[in-house]
């Protein structure tokens, strides 16, 4: 049996279907606007450990335990526009998760929710498609993985563009790690050592808001670190803004 709390998030999401395209997150829902819609208190410091204990973990558990469509992979970070890693986790999916959820969302869309649904929910505001300006400019996130880890090290913490290196204390050096292609809808790059770079924090942001171009052959490079032609002309077509 679903739960009350579950039960009315259920019953936003499914509102709020007509509006979403699969594969498309920005028409998805964020953490904290599920509480704004049902009024909810935010109960941890990150929203969707908040919902997690208000209904997400029982909704979630129910459509995975009575073979529903996992709809609670509408419900999205704004920070990474994309579901927490319990979505993916708790379905036991590891690999092409991209596509999964992607399926999950076309099969949410196509299910008639109708008999688990008490009342129709009428509340949902009619820009919740937009995300506002401040989520656009909170998504860009430093990620530290092992592979990045890897990339930054494999390059002495060199900023391969312009080959700063930030000493910082104790004889520690700071740099980041890009992903050329980027991950994530849309672009869909992969998580590979030849598909990163290692950067100074101006050169990454530049790289991410495509402020400059890439070019190889200026590049520094260090032995045991490639990186494919591949993404670097993907760089170069669709994420540079000349
Ligand atoms: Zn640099």
């Not at 208000?54 to 996992?70: F, H, I, R, V, Y």
């Not at 690999?95 to 399926?103: D, M």
């Not at 808001?209 to 760089?235: D, T």
């Amino acid at each position: 049996m679903l739960d009350e709390q579950g039960r009315k998030i259920l019953e936003v999401l499914v509102a709020h279907l007509p509006k979403v395209r699969a594969g498309k997150p920005e028409t998805y829902l964020g953490y904290k606007k599920i509480h704004e819609i049902l009024g909810l208190p935010q109960l941890r410091e990150r929203w969707g450990e908040s919902l997690k204990v208000q209904g997400l973990s029982s909704l979630a558990e129910w459509t995975k335990s009575n073979e529903l469509p996992a709809i609670t992979g509408l419900i999205i970070s704004m920070e990474t526009y994309e579901p927490g890693e319990g979505y993916f986790s708790l379905f036991n999916k590891s690999e092409n998760i991209y596509e999964w959820w992607k399926g999950e969302i076309e099969k949410s869309k196509a299910f008639d929710w109708s008999p688990y649904i008490q009342e129709e929910f009428n509340l949902v505001p009619a820009d919740l498609t937009v995300p506002d300006r401040k989520d656009i400019t909170i998504s860009r996130i430093i990620r530290d993985t092992p592979l990045s880890r890897r990339v930054k090290s494999l390059n002495n913490q060199q900023c391969q563009i312009c080959g700063i290196s930030i000493e910082m204390p104790a004889g520690k050096k700071y740099s980041e790690a890009h992903h050329i292609k980027p991950l994530g809808q849309p672009h869909n790059g992969p998580d590979i050592i030849e598909n990163m770079i290692c950067v100074c924090p101006n050169h990454h942001a530049m790289l991410d808001y495509g402020a400059i171009k890439l070019v190889a052959s200026n590049l520094l490079f260090k032995p045991n670190h490639s990186i494919s032609e591949e993404f670097i002309n993907y760089h170069n077509e669709y994420i540079h803004k000349p």
